[in-house]
């Protein structure tokens, strides 16, 4: 089991900046990537983010060049930093972690989320 407890969102003027955290306890290994999603009302929910265990990230097109995902290893928490914030980021941002691993019985393939934790900018 992994548990993911996200915290930082907030209300903000459209221009500032929050930053998210995703504290991650548990079964640590075979964590392959943790990934920030959201999903604003009446909409799908949708990647904002991720990063692998290797540190490689990959960015929705609408946040490239405004938000960064990184990971703290020794904390084990991943964060979100979010800055010229305007309303269509508005809504709940969610972490996930894909565990991905195989065992002499085959592959296996676990998503864990967390809560959420909502993120509203004003106009």
């Known amino acids: 089991q992994v548990h993911l407890v996200e915290s930082g969102g907030g209300l903000v003027q459209a221009g500032g900046s929050l930053r998210l955290s995703c504290e991650v306890s548990g079964r640590l290994f075979n964590i392959e990537t943790l990934a920030w999603y959201r999903q604003a009302p009446g909409n799908q929910r949708e990647l904002v983010a991720s990063?692998?265990?290797?540190?490689?990230?990959n960015y929705a097109d609408s946040v490239k060049g405004r938000f960064t995902i990184s990971r703290d290893s020794a904390q084990n928490t991943v964060y979100l930093q979010m800055n010229n914030l305007n309303p269509e980021d508005t809504g709940v941002y969610s972490c996930k972690a894909e565990v991905r691993g195989a065992t002499i019985e085959g592959k296996f393939e676990f998503d864990y989320w967390g809560q959420g934790t909502q993120v509203t900018v004003s106009s």
């Open positions: 990063i692998t265990s290797s540190g490689r990230t």
